[in-house]
């Protein structure tokens, strides 16, 4: 049902930059409202990683940046560590569901 | 600091409804819409529902003739019932808060703080 769509996979060397695109539609990211980007660890809860596109919480490196175009958003990872090693979603809004939130269909974030 | 607790049944019978509290502590509850979201086996995360103190609520279509989502405001909680459950409901879910969020020119909603999770499976 996830109307965002993210690559399954995407892998980096130590210290690299990788990035994870977040495609939308004209329902959700293309209308204009905010993505947001969640962290998770296997057997963890998520955690806000980026909100509004590319604010970043209190406690969140600032190796971690969020950008928003059209229909897509982005995040990126520069200086990669391993404790980056996760599964990555975004979320925004879809005026299509009836005041309905939707997540990403989710990237794991390989250290190689 | 606020904290999500959450609780609840963890083992189901195909057709039997799933019930799941989440408690609030150390923080406003009036203020906030707080969100369930379950993620299956293996898989991504997908959003149930929000409610907020008033009981205005918002549900995924693809669950909402199933979903119903409650509030008690004298105790800080919030609950979620799922009907009629299927194998395809076996998931963790986790109760969060989800804003909103004052921003430069209007407000965010986005989930920032979550509950550790509660794993629900339904068996025969």
């Known amino acids: 049902q996830s109307m965002l769509t993210q690559p399954p996979s995407v892998s980096g060397a130590p210290g690299q930059r990788i990035t994870i695109s977040c495609t939308g539609s004209?329902?959700?990211?293309?209308?204009?409202?905010?993505v947001h980007w969640y962290q998770q660890v296997p057997g963890t809860a998520p955690k806000l990683l980026i909100y509004g596109n590319n604010n970043r919480p209190s406690g969140v490196p600032d190796r971690f940046s969020g950008s928003k175009s059209a229909t897509s958003a982005s995040l990126a990872i520069t200086g990669l560590q391993a404790e980056d090693e996760a599964d990555y979603y975004c979320q925004s809004y879809d005026s299509s569901l009836s005041g309905s939130r939707v997540f990403g269909t989710g990237t794991k974030v390989t250290v190689l | 600091q606020v904290q999500l607790q959450q609780w609840g049944a963890g083992l189901l019978k195909p057709s039997e409804t799933l019930s799941l509290t989440c408690a609030v502590y150390?923080?406003?509850?009036?203020?906030?819409?707080w969100s369930w979201i379950r993620q299956p086996p293996g898989q991504g995360l997908e959003y149930i529902g929000d409610i907020d103190h008033s009981g205005s609520t918002n549900y995924n279509p693809s669950l909402k003739s199933r979903v119903t989502i409650s509030v008690d405001t004298s105790k800080y909680q919030f609950s979620l019932k799922l009907s009629s459950v299927t194998a395809a409901d076996t998931a963790v879910y986790y109760c969060?808060?989800?804003?909103?969020?004052?921003?430069?020119?209007?407000?965010?909603?986005?989930?920032?703080?979550w509950g550790k999770g509660t794993t629900v499976t339904v068996s025969s």
């Open positions: 004209s329902s959700n990211t293309g209308a204009g409202y905010d």
């Open positions: 150390g923080g406003s509850f009036s203020a906030y819409y």
């Open positions: 969060a808060r989800e804003g909103p969020f004052r921003g430069p020119n209007y407000y965010y909603y986005y989930m920032d703080v």
